[in-house]
C-alpha cells in the first residue's frame, strides 16, 4: 500500500507570510502514459467536513484562491500558501488516488 | 446544489452493527463513484470504501473487509455502509463524499457530507 507522509505535522506562520506543505508517498502517483499526478489537497476546518483545494496535484478547484498553489511530481508534492489569511487556520491533507486512497497525516497551520 | 446528508450514526456495543445511510441530492446520483471516509476523534482521515456509480465495483481499507459493506440504491439516490462486528478503533465521524472518476476509476473526493458520528463502547 501507499503510504503519504506530510512534514511538518503542524507550522505556525504570520498573517500575510509563506507556508509550504510537503507530502511525499512510499512510491509515485504520477500515470507517466497521462503525465498526470493523482494527488490532492484538502483543508479542513474545525468542525466541517474536507473542502477538495486542488486535484492532480496543481489543479486548483474554482472558488479556491489564488493564493493556494500545488506542486511537485512523482513522490514530492507542495502546497503553499503565498499570503496567509486568517481564514487559512485548518489542518491540511494530501491524498494520492492512483490506488485505493490514502490521506498523509495532516498538516495543522496555525498563525504566529 | 450538491447535498450529501449523512444519518445512522449512534452509540453501539462491541461486536455489534449499524447501517449509515446517505442521502443525495443535486446531482446525477447514478453518474458518480461514492466513498465513506472516516475520521476518529481528534485524528486524521482515513479512507473506508469505496463504490463504482452501477455499484459494480466495490473497495475497502483492509481493517474493515469483511465486516463493513458498501452499497447504493441508484432509484433512492441514497449510498449506505453496513457496519458489523463494530470495534472501539471504528468510533468515528462517517463521511459519505461524492468522488470524480478518471478513465474508470475513481478519483479525488469534490463534496462531503457533515457526517455522522459512530461511538462503539460498552
Known amino acids: 500500500d501507499i503510504v503519504m507522509t506530510q512534514s511538518p505535522d503542524s507550522l505556525a506562520v504570520s498573517l500575510g507570510e509563506r507556508a509550504t506543505i510537503n507530502c511525499k508517498s512510499s512510491?509515485?502517483?504520477?500515470?507517466?502514459?497521462?503525465?498526470?499526478?493523482?494527488l490532492a489537497w484538502y483543508q479542513q476546518k474545525p468542525g466541517q467536513p474536507p473542502k477538495l483545494l486542488i486535484s492532480w496535484a496543481s489543479t486548483r478547484e474554482s472558488g479556491v484562491p489564488d493564493r493556494f498553489s500545488g506542486s511537485g511530481s512523482g513522490t514530492d508534492f507542495t502546497l503553499t500558501i503565498s499570503s496567509l489569511q486568517a481564514e487559512d487556520v485548518a489542518v491540511y491533507y494530501c491524498?494520492?488516488?492512483?490506488?485505493?486512497?490514502?490521506f498523509g497525516q495532516g498538516t495543522k497551520v496555525e498563525i504566529k | 446544489e450538491v447535498q450529501l446528508v449523512e444519518s445512522g450514526g449512534g452509540l453501539v456495543q462491541p461486536g455489534g452493527s449499524l447501517r449509515l445511510s446517505c442521502a443525495a441530492s443535486g446531482f446525477i446520483f447514478s453518474d458518480y463513484w461514492m466513498s465513506w471516509v472516516r475520521q476518529a476523534p481528534g485524528k486524521g482521515l482515513e479512507w473506508v470504501a469505496s463504490i463504482k456509480y452501477e455499484g459494480g465495483e466495490k473497495y475497502y481499507v483492509d481493517s474493515v473487509k469483511g465486516r463493513f459493506t458498501i452499497s447504493r440504491d441508484n432509484a433512492k439516490k441514497s449510498l449506505y455502509l453496513q457496519m458489523n462486528n463494530l470495534r472501539d478503533a471504528d468510533t468515528a465521524v462517517y463521511y459519505c463524499a461524492r468522488d470524480r472518476e478518471y478513465l474508470g476509476s475513481g478519483t479525488e473526493s469534490d463534496n462531503w457530507g457533515q457526517g455522522t458520528l459512530v461511538t462503539v463502547s460498552s
Open positions: 512510491q509515485s502517483v504520477l500515470y507517466g502514459s497521462h503525465n498526470k499526478n493523482y
Open positions: 491524498q494520492q488516488y492512483f490506488s485505493t486512497p490514502v
